[in-house]
């Protein structure tokens, strides 16, 4: 949620904010509007309450026909702060779903418009001459490393199962991610797959992405697609000794429906239903958040590089961000059997936003509850398979193994085909 201390003194910056996302300046003024509405309720009912307490107070000295004045009024007064009070839910309620409808306020530079509307930022890395270069798919199933037609057998379209080296290749690559986070002061978490509604929309992932999130109706649970979710919940309704930012870095399966995306990179593991995925996650102060983004960044880029990968990263547009972020930082890596560059990584600083919904806070200096700010960046996953096949490939259809990873597949330089 917004901060509404910042809708009152400042809705313009809310609405270009929502311009720039593509997204209704209406949604500003419905919420200045409910606003209003739930402190003039509370208004109504706290003043009611007041009188009542105050005759409350006078009556046991009364006598006479002021003390039945007094007996009729108490009456009368009990039904309209009963009344006042639901009036008053009635624009709480109002208020939250108004205040769940806006997201989170732009940063200033992010690029506006859509999904294509991104600025790159650099690119970094060599671009391997590869003139017929094979798929991950076709690698993968040289190498007996993916098996998609099984799992798709199993368990239906977009599925699949990593067999041998792609196993190992998985591990591996998670381990190295996870190992790296710990270097880098994060605290290794494995997290729950399952979270209660709660979670869910307080990390903003049951607004417009809702359709791409799994439910279990008989439980009332959702299966995360990120270890964001539960990680961003650690903390819900605690107010924590921030004096420097505490970093998380979960591991854990992931599952998303995919919905809308039919017939869109159906070939192989770009998306799919279920992958693995070590995610790292800050709480901070809201003034160290611009620098903990940039920390992040680094850190997913000192992975790639590690993995010899060549990357770009981009500033995403405003219009293509999600409910929470204020920024994100994507970094591509190159796909050669596409000829493009492919999200691996994203870091997002969502300031006080998802903070602000979990009840998530800190005390200042003067001991004052304040929100705290959240941050996210993906170390690494299943995806990462893709260009590590891709970008590695030999002529004959080897695979080179990155320094970083060769201690995870048994001191392995080279992935030889077995079909």
Not at 159 to 169: E, P
Not at 266 to 288: A, S
Not at 292 to 317: C, F, K, N, S
Request: a negative charge.
């Amino acid at each position: 949620m917004i901060d509404l201390r910042l809708l009152r003194e400042d809705p313009d910056a809310l609405r270009a904010s929502q311009a720039a996302r593509g997204e209704p300046p209406e949604a500003v003024d419905a919420l200045l509007a409910a606003d209003a509405s739930r402190r003039e309720a509370v208004q109504r009912f706290e003043a009611l309450r007041a009188e009542q307490r105050q005759l409350s107070k006078r009556l046991p000295a009364a006598t006479g026909d002021e003390k039945a004045a007094l007996v009729a009024r108490t009456r009368e007064l009990s039904a309209q702060v009963k009344a006042a009070e639901a009036e008053a839910g009635a624009e709480e309620a109002g208020l939250r779903a108004a205040h769940l409808a806006v997201p989170n306020l732009v940063e200033p530079g992010v690029p506006a418009g859509g999904e294509e509307n991104f600025a790159v930022l650099r690119e970094v890395g060599t671009r391997p001459s590869l003139p017929e270069p094979r798929d991950h798919l076709e690698l993968g199933e040289r190498l007996g490393a993916i098996d998609t037609e099984r799992g798709a057998k199993v368990a239906g379209s977009r599925f699949y199962y990593l067999t041998g080296v792609g196993a190992l290749l998985q591990l591996g690559l998670l381990q190295l991610a996870m190992a790296q986070a710990v270097e880098n002061g994060f605290r290794p978490m494995i997290t729950p797959a399952l979270v209660k509604p709660e979670a869910m929309e307080g990390t903003g992932f049951l607004g417009a992405h809702a359709s791409e999130v799994y439910r279990l109706e008989a439980d009332d649970l959702y299966l995360v697609g990120t270890s964001e979710v539960p990680l961003a919940a650690y903390h819900s309704g605690e107010i924590l000794t921030l004096d420097e930012p505490r970093r998380y870095a979960g591991w854990s399966s992931c599952f998303r429906r995919e919905a809308g995306s039919h017939g869109r990179d159906v070939r192989g593991i770009l998306r799919v239903h279920q992958f693995d995925k070590v995610e790292m996650f800050v709480f901070c102060r809201p003034e160290q958040a611009h620098d903990e983004h940039l920390r992040l960044l680094a850190a997913e880029e000192e992975l790639l590089t590690r993995l010899e990968l060549p990357y770009r990263v981009i500033d995403v547009a405003a219009g293509d961000l999600g409910s929470s972020a204020a920024r994100k930082y994507d970094c591509e890596a190159w796909i050669p059997s596409q000829g493009r560059y492919r999200e691996v990584t994203s870091t997002s600083n969502c300031t006080t936003f998802q903070a602000r919904r979990l009840g998530v806070r800190y005390r200042d200096p003067a001991g004052r509850p304040q929100v705290a700010a959240t941050l996210n960046g993906t170390a690494a996953t299943t995806r990462w398979l893709i260009p590590l096949l891709e970008n590695h490939q030999q002529p004959d259809g080897s695979v080179r193994v990155p320094k970083a990873l060769q201690p995870y597949l048994g001191g392995r330089d080279i992935l030889e085909p077995t079909a």
